[in-house]
T-cell receptor, first 113, second 115 residues
Framework: QKEVEQDPGPLSVPEGAIVSLNCTYSNSAFQYFMWYRQYSRKGPELLMYTYSSGNKEDGRFTAQVDKSSKYISLFIRDSQPSDSATYLCAMSGQDTGRRALTFGSGTRLQVQP | GAGVSQSPSNKVTEKGKDVELRCDPISGHTALYWYRQSLGQGLEFLIYFQGNSAPDKSGLPSDRFSAERTGGSVSTLTIQRTQQEDSAVYLC?????????????FGNGTRLTVT
């Protein structure tokens, strides 16, 4: 079993829809949670960053972390065709024994105009 | 430059040949990472450099893989005697801090194809 699980999709939604992307994880030592967006043939770019449990909002994007359930989510409101990309969750922690981020496998999102 | 720069962007090589991939991190970033991304897979950690400390090589898949970072800046990832399973996108990232919560800034990768 992978340490971080993420549904690969693809997820296809109409423009304007609310999108929910999720990851589950098994290592309770994870404290820092990030979402990266990756366009085709580009490197991942940081989209959202949260520490520990709670919500964080930035424009149309909201990140949620539920450490008790080991579950994180990214919500995209009023989705646009330009949001079509692969979304990767990533996480790390002080007591994980490693400095590198652990990534999910990514969910491919397609927003249809 | 403004971002992490990787070269070449694409590399096709024959099985058994050696390849070198280059990464130029963001100026002033002390941490540098190499990841590998295979089709449909997540990012697989390869190696991590932080300042003058010994690198964390725990993710290197075999002794055919090695990396160095000269002068705390440019890094080179070398794959010797390439195999077809080495075909992937090799991503380099840098970070301004050494903390485990420091976000990474990625380059656009080198797409390696071994024929």
């Amino acid at each position: 079993q992978k340490e971080v699980e993420q549904d690969p999709g693809p997820l296809s939604v109409p423009e304007g829809a609310i999108v929910s992307l999720n990851c589950t994880y098994s290592n309770s030592a994870f404290q820092y949670f990030m979402w990266y967006r990756q366009y085709s043939r580009k490197g991942p770019e940081l989209l959202m960053y949260t520490y520990s449990s709670g919500n964080k909002e930035d424009g149309r994007f909201t990140a949620q972390v539920d450490k008790s359930s080991k579950y994180i989510s990214l919500f995209i409101r009023d989705s646009q065709p330009s949001d079509s990309a692969t979304y990767l969750c990533a996480m790390s922690g002080q007591d994980t024994g490693r400095r590198a981020l652990t990534f999910g496998s990514g969910t491919r999102l397609q927003v249809q105009p | 430059g403004a971002g992490v720069s990787q070269s070449p962007s694409n590399k096709v090589t024959e099985k058994g040949k050696d390849v070198e991939l280059r990464c130029d991190p963001i100026s002033g970033h002390t941490a540098l990472y190499w990841y590998r991304q295979s089709l449909g897979q997540g990012l697989e950690f390869l190696i991590y450099f932080q300042g003058n400390s010994a690198p964390d090589k725990s993710g290197l898949p075999s002794d055919r893989f090695s990396a160095e970072r000269t002068g705390g800046s440019v890094s080179t990832l070398t794959i010797q005697r390439t195999q077809q399973e080495d075909s992937a996108v090799y991503l380099c990232a840098s970070s301004p801090g050494s903390g485990r919560g420091s976000p990474l800034h990625f380059g656009n990768g080198t797409r390696l194809t071994v024929t």
